[in-house]
């Protein structure tokens, strides 16, 4: 079963001090309930495709490992306390050799690879965000107001600390916070950390507030 959920009326503002650069930027997303899990879609023509630059474009065609983190977030809304959060990894090596793209996706637990021929179905596999579980129905209580925020970062780490991204990831916990304790560590630590956005190329988005209405 599918079900729409509704967007608030008005737009909630980040409760945390930053920079005007540092402001995540608005995106409107589509939620929905599949299941038991919340899902989201980052609506076209928006999305994370311009987390790429020409020159990264161009690195995902020279043999060279490409490697997309995507860290989400559910708070409520006026707060910075979380109530669920997700991880994501996908990687794209192009075989310069026999010229294919290998992608590599691991989200919740599990890991799926592909290869595509052409660098634009790589680069979609790469960036695109349609119906995408988040978040367990249960840690979202109807009528209540929540935001998700995003943090997407192009070629953030070294291979040691992506490997424990990936340890981290193999522990996901279904969208919700219930194994004691964060994946990735403090949300506004993360979230709003300067460093990022200086050493990195990073998106940090913010949709509008949303909530899931009674049946």
């Known amino acids: 079963m599918r079900a729409a959920i ?3 009326a008005v737009l ?22 599949v299941g038991d899990q919340l899902t989201v879609t980052l609506e076209r ?22 490697t997309v983190v995507i860290r989400v977030w559910i708070t409520r809304r006026d707060s910075t306390d979380v109530v669920a959060e997700q991880l994501f990894v996908r990687s794209s090596v192009f075989d310069v050799w026999d010229e294919y793209y290998t992608l590599v996706l691991d989200q919740k637990g599990r890991r799926a690879t592909t290869t595509v021929k052409l660098r634009s179905e790589a680069l979609k596999w790469l960036t695109k965000i349609e119906d ?9 209580p109807i009528n209540d107001v929540f935001v998700l925020q995003m943090l997407v970062e192009l070629n953030p780490v070294s291979n ?17 916070i219930d194994r004691g304790g964060a994946l990735f560590g403090s949300f506004v630590s993360v979230f709003y950390n300067p460093k990022i956005a200086s050493e990195d190329r990073v998106l940090r988005i913010r949709s509008q507030p949303f909530f899931r209405p009674p049946l």
């Open 6 to 8: 509704a967007a608030a």
């Open 45 to 66: 023509p928006n999305g994370i495709g311009k987390l790429f630059s020409p020159a990264d474009l161009g690195r995902l065609s020279a043999g060279l490992p490409t």
């Open 12 to 33: 909630a503002i980040a409760t945390a001090a930053r920079a005007d650069d540092d402001k995540p930027e608005y995106q409107h997303m589509t939620f929905a309930e």
């Open 160 to 176: 040691e600390e992506l490997a424990e991204v990936r340890r981290r990831l193999s522990q996901g916990n279904g969208g919700g």
């Open 132 to 140: 995408i579980p988040i978040a367990r129905l249960d840690v979202l």
